[in-house]
């Protein structure tokens, strides 16, 4: 029940709804630095630790229909407390543009993790009269998250935010100086309240993830030492998995001077903790973005983590900065069911054409305008298969 419970507090559901739900994993990821790799994509395990891509690999959600920015980055997927509303949160950011010209987020919601309401927000434009909060000084918005405050009773968000007046030297250069701030979401979860301090580590930080603690009743917040490494309170920042707790979700949070990933690997960042399915253990993983892969560990306490593996990053599954949540056996049918459909649609789609008569051409684009259709549309597994079974033995 410790891993139930840790589930209530990191991906907001009741306990009965969170247990009627475990079965397997939803891994919400990116997976590279272009304009085709930042767009949502999904892979399933049934351990947390082996993951198998779906759609052969190509993105859930296109970031050209939902972001300013036409990419996204860093997805942030959970439950909400209702059990069958999902929420995900992302990067707004296109990585070719540079990595000083993201000013915002995007808000998502759905009802059956393949069709998703929208909402991007531009921080300049939604806050204009916040000082060093305009175009010219604000450097970046990371990587959202989403959890629940039972004191607020209000779905909060928080990220990294970056400013050019705050940026300090390191040797001959300048960092990038973030800090952790958070706001609250509307009841449509299509906007945001005016953003708040949350955490500042002394220097930069970034890739928050908070989860509670029930056993020692207080929030834990991972987050990485972020840019050039320097001297924080005596410690040497070197691009690493750190700790703080708070007892309250807005803290204050105390650091805990020390890295917790797999000694010397550097750098790491896009840590994401979870909890095992039907286990009083949990994961960490983050990603080893210098190395290619991500790398996994295993606590019982939130406090110590034990090296895994890594996981391999090869053909269609080649992860970056994501997050993990349970869903059920149904769920997992439905993105099968719509995974399936959504291969055969792209498979038919490169049949070539001289193999074909002109009336089998004809059939073909009828197929596949009504496979879209339904692709676009509809959650229910039957259909999605029955659609995909269709365009198979056209295929063949």
């Known amino acids: 029940m410790a891993a ?3 589930l209530l507090a990191a991906q907001p559901a009741s306990a009965a709804q969170a247990e009627a739900q475990d079965s397997c994993y939803l891994f919400a990821f990116f997976s590279n630095n272009s304009p085709s790799g930042e767009q949502v994509r999904y892979a399933l395990s ?12 190509r993105p859930v959600v296109a970031a050209d ?9 860093d997805p942030y997927i959970c439950r909400g407390r209702d059990g069958k509303t999902y929420y995900m949160v992302m990067t707004d950011m296109r990585s070719d543009e540079g990595w000083q010209s993201n000013d915002g987020l995007v808000l998502m919601k759905s009802t059956d993790l393949l069709h998703w309401q929208h909402t991007a927000i531009d921080f300049p434009t939604r806050f204009p009269q916040l000082e060093g909060f305009d175009r010219k000084n604000l450097h970046a918005v990371w990587a959202p998250q989403v959890i629940w405050d039972e004191a607020e009773g209000k779905y909060m968000i928080y990220y990294s935010i970056g400013r050019h007046d705050w940026e300090y030297p390191v040797g001959k250069k300048f960092q990038p100086y973030f800090k952790i701030f958070y706001s609250y979401v509307n009841d449509d979860f299509t906007d945001i309240t005016e953003p708040q301090l949350l955490f500042d580590f ?6 928050g993830d908070i989860i509670y603690d029930r056993k020692n009743k207080e929030y834990v917040l991972f987050f990485k030492d972020e840019g050039l490494p320097t001297v924080n309170n005596g410690f040497k920042t070197r691009q690493g998995v750190m700790r703080a707790t708070a007892k309250t979700l807005t803290g204050p949070y105390a650091v805990e001077y020390r890295h917790l990933q797999k ?14 399915i039907g286990s009083d253990e949990y994961i960490l993983m983050y990603d080893c973005y210098a190395q290619g892969y991500y790398q996994f560990c295993r606590s ?3 406090k110590e983590f034990t090296y895994v593996h890594d996981t391999p990053t090869r053909g ?14 149904a769920e997992r049918e439905r993105l099968e069911a719509w995974s399936e459909l959504a291969v055969a649609i792209h498979d038919l789609g490169r049949l070539p ?21 339904v692709l676009a549309t509809s959650a229910n597994a039957k259909l999605l298969r029955k659609t995909a079974a269709r365009l198979n033995a056209f295929a063949r």
């Open 202 to 207: 002394g220097t930069a930080a970034i890739d």
């Open 65 to 73: 229909s939902i972001a300013l920015k036409r990419s996204i980055r």
């Open 300 to 302: 019982k306490d939130l």
């Open 4 to 6: 139930l419970a840790a």
């Open 46 to 57: 049934d351990d947390g630790l082996d993951y198998t891509s779906l759609n052969g690999g």
């Open 263 to 276: 000694p010397g690997q550097y750098p790491v960042e896009g840590s994401s903790v979870f909890p095992l």
């Open 316 to 329: 269609t599954f080649t992860p970056r900065h994501g997050s993990v949540m349970h869903i059920s056996a």
């Open 353 to 373: 054409s001289p193999t074909l008569t002109l009336k089998q051409i004809d059939s073909r684009r009828k197929l596949l305008d009504g496979a879209r259709r």
